[in-house]
């Protein structure tokens, strides 16, 4: 484990850029799967509008999905940075073989979703009938893209716990590139290629992750021999289980509870029409894009929590907060400033309509904010999720997207307008009032209710983080 990052000593601002910096561009080329998707199938002759409003629906599926596995992320980030930071390489190999059997059994679970579920999906999301058909499509692809992106996470959160983030780099780097070459090929046709349109996209995303998961393997056993788990590693040990479920199922309670809000979310989106969907589609692939310096940091945060706690240098970990939050507040201000002045532009970029690129202007100018604040807690969220306090992470995911996001959405969007409220008739006028304050641009209820959630998210995490519970590690048996 030579070869890795010693998070654990040296300057600690140094060492968090170099383990970050390929965390972030390793997470923009992931991004880049749904951006690549999202251009090419904008630029289809007939339906590119209601193609991108697809694309977009597909995530809070793909979040929803994809949370359960990333609870064992965390746990698996925090107790292999643990054992690292521990220099115990035989506790590092009996928890990455613990994953084996998780990792099948989830599999499993989204062969049966993909099968039953995904009609049922699209009608609780208001999905427009025209959209069905298509909809149905695209989304089984991505799904069982899934599967191999679950390998894909599950690699990259081990080798970044190691303090090597450039491997997984490397994976996606060629992977997306791949991506990239087969997206117009598949879309449009081409040579011994039939034109397939968004159903095009969808394989050529699948196909590429497939890709990235065998490279993973391949790498992960020649590069880590010493740590590729033996049958006694795989065998489920009932202590290093329950500390994987200790630490992961809050995460995967509080991920899925989130991303089941965000379908709730969608459906209201979904009811202010395709226009919307599609703005609201760019507008989350682009938003992410911003995000991912703050994402980046705060996966490096993780490893580097985990690895000194392990090490038993407390003071240490601390410090590695205030430079985490640093990093993040001055990145995220620039690219904050950049989509407020610019986001008319980044829309047209995808899909030019003028209704659209209306929305989306409008869109910017207020999820700029939301961004910037969300980027804030993204470092907590590595605080806690390196030292396995990942029911801290839950309580306040939960709490901003059930207690203020989706309430003051609703709110906002003029759905309780001449409601009877029992007992609490007295504030019938200010739910009223509050009704009607966007006019004529309701959908702006869906940006300004997570502005107001991201910062209420904020408060709670530095309330959390003051108390200091998290200096001790939760991670080990």
């Given at each position: 484990?030579?070869?890795?990052?010693?998070?654990?000593?040296?300057?600690?601002?140094?060492?968090?850029?170099?383990?970050?910096?390929?965390?972030?561009?390793?997470?923009?080329?992931?991004?880049?799967?749904?951006?690549?998707?999202?251009?090419?199938?904008?630029?289809?002759?007939?339906?590119?509008?209601?193609a991108?409003?697809?694309?977009?629906?597909?995530?809070?599926?793909?979040?929803?999905?994809?949370?359960?596995?990333?609870?064992?992320?965390?746990?698996?980030?925090?107790?292999?940075?643990?054992?690292?930071?521990?220099?115990?390489?035989?506790?590092?190999?009996?928890t990455?073989?613990?994953?084996?059997?998780?990792?099948?059994v989830?599999?499993?679970?989204?062969?049966?979703?993909?099968?039953?579920?995904?009609?049922?999906?699209?009608?609780?999301?208001?999905?427009?009938?025209?959209?069905?058909?298509?909809?149905?499509?695209?989304?089984?692809?991505?799904?069982?893209?899934?599967?191999?992106?679950?390998?894909?996470?599950?690699?990259?959160?081990?080798?970044?716990?190691?303090?090597?983030?450039?491997?997984?780099?490397?994976?996606?780097?060629?992977?997306?590139?791949?991506?990239i070459?087969?997206?117009?090929?598949?879309?449009?046709?081409?040579?011994?290629?039939?034109?397939?349109?968004?159903?095009?996209?969808?394989?050529?995303?699948?196909?590429?992750?497939?890709?990235?998961?065998?490279?993973?393997?391949?790498?992960?056993?020649?590069?880590y021999?010493?740590?590729?788990?033996?049958?006694?590693?795989?065998?489920?040990?009932?202590?290093?289980?329950?500390?994987?479920?200790?630490?992961?199922?809050?995460?995967?309670?509080?991920?899925?509870?989130?991303?089941?809000?965000?379908?709730?979310?969608?459906?209201?989106?979904?009811?202010?029409?395709?226009?919307?969907i599609?703005?609201?589609?760019?507008?989350?692939?682009?938003?992410?894009?911003?995000?991912?310096?703050?994402?980046?940091?705060?996966?490096?945060?993780?490893?580097f929590?985990?690895?000194?706690?392990?090490?038993?240098?407390?003071?240490?970990?601390?410090?590695?907060?205030?430079?985490?939050?640093?990093?993040?507040?001055?990145?995220?201000?620039?690219?904050?400033?950049f989509?407020?002045?610019?986001?008319?532009?980044?829309?047209?970029?995808?899909?030019?309509?003028p209704?659209?690129?209306?929305?989306?202007?409008?869109?910017?100018?207020?999820?700029?904010?939301?961004?910037?604040v969300?980027?804030?807690?993204?470092?907590?969220?590595?605080?806690?999720?390196?030292?396995?306090?990942?029911?801290?992470?839950?309580?306040?995911?939960?709490?901003?997207?059930?207690?203020?996001?989706?309430?003051?959405?609703?709110?906002?969007?003029?759905?309780?307008?001449?409601?009877?409220?029992?007992?609490?008739?007295?504030?019938?006028?200010?739910?009223?009032?509050?009704?009607?304050?966007?006019?004529?641009?309701?959908?702006?209820?869906?940006?300004?209710?997570?502005?107001?959630?991201?910062?209420?998210?904020?408060?709670?995490?530095?309330?959390?983080?003051?108390?200091?519970?998290?200096?001790?590690?939760?991670?080990?048996?």
């Open positions: 484990m030579k070869r890795n990052i010693n998070l654990t000593d040296g300057k600690i601002l140094n060492k968090l850029v170099i383990l970050s910096l390929p965390i972030m561009l390793s997470n923009f080329l992931g991004t880049l799967y749904n951006i690549v998707d999202t251009y090419w199938v904008g630029k289809i002759d007939t339906g590119a509008k209601e991108v409003a697809i694309t977009g629906m597909t995530f809070p599926l793909v979040f929803f999905i994809m949370a359960f596995s990333m609870g064992f992320t965390v746990a698996g980030t925090a107790m292999v940075s643990k054992f690292k930071g521990m220099n115990d390489i035989k506790k590092v190999r009996l990455i073989g613990q994953f084996v059997p998780i990792m099948g989830f599999s499993l679970f989204l062969i049966i979703i993909n099968a039953t579920m995904i009609p049922t999906f699209l009608k609780i999301i208001q999905t427009p009938p025209e959209l069905v058909a298509d909809a149905t499509i695209y989304i089984t692809y991505i799904m069982y893209g899934m599967i191999a992106m679950l390998f894909f996470d599950v690699f990259q959160s081990i080798t970044t716990a190691l303090g090597d983030s450039l491997t997984p780099l490397i994976v996606q780097t060629i992977t997306v590139v791949l991506n070459v087969l997206d117009p090929i598949l879309i449009f046709g081409l040579s011994i290629f039939p034109k397939m349109g968004i159903k095009g996209a969808a394989i050529a995303t699948l196909f590429s992750r497939i890709v990235a998961t065998v490279f993973a393997l391949v790498i992960f056993y020649r590069k021999r010493e740590l590729v788990p033996t049958m006694q590693d795989i065998k489920p040990n009932k202590k290093v289980m329950m500390n994987i479920f200790e630490i992961g199922l809050p995460a995967s309670i509080g991920q899925s509870t989130t991303a089941f809000g965000f379908l709730l979310m969608q459906g209201l989106t979904n009811s202010f029409g395709t226009a919307v599609s703005a609201n589609a760019i507008g989350h692939r682009m938003m992410s894009i911003f995000q991912l310096p703050a994402m980046g940091i705060s996966r490096a945060l993780s490893s929590v985990g690895q000194n706690l392990g090490a038993n240098k407390e003071k240490r970990a601390v410090k590695s907060v205030y430079y985490s939050l640093f990093l993040v507040m001055s990145i995220m201000t620039v690219g904050c400033l989509i407020y002045t610019f986001g008319a532009e980044l829309v047209k970029f995808f899909i030019d309509e209704i659209i690129t209306e929305i989306g202007a409008r869109m910017f100018k207020i999820s700029a904010y939301a961004t910037w969300f980027g804030i807690l993204m470092v907590f969220m590595g605080v806690f999720n390196g030292a396995g306090h990942s029911r801290s992470t839950m309580t306040f995911n939960i709490s901003r997207l059930w207690f203020f996001r989706i309430p003051t959405a609703y709110l906002l969007a003029g759905f309780f307008i001449g409601t009877d409220l029992g007992i609490f008739t007295f504030l019938e006028p200010t739910v009223n009032y509050l009704g009607t304050i966007l006019a004529p641009y309701e959908y702006e209820s869906l940006w300004w209710a997570m502005v107001i959630s991201n910062t209420a998210g904020v408060i709670m995490a530095l309330s959390i983080y003051m108390k200091g519970n998290w200096k001790v590690s939760k991670a080990g048996w």
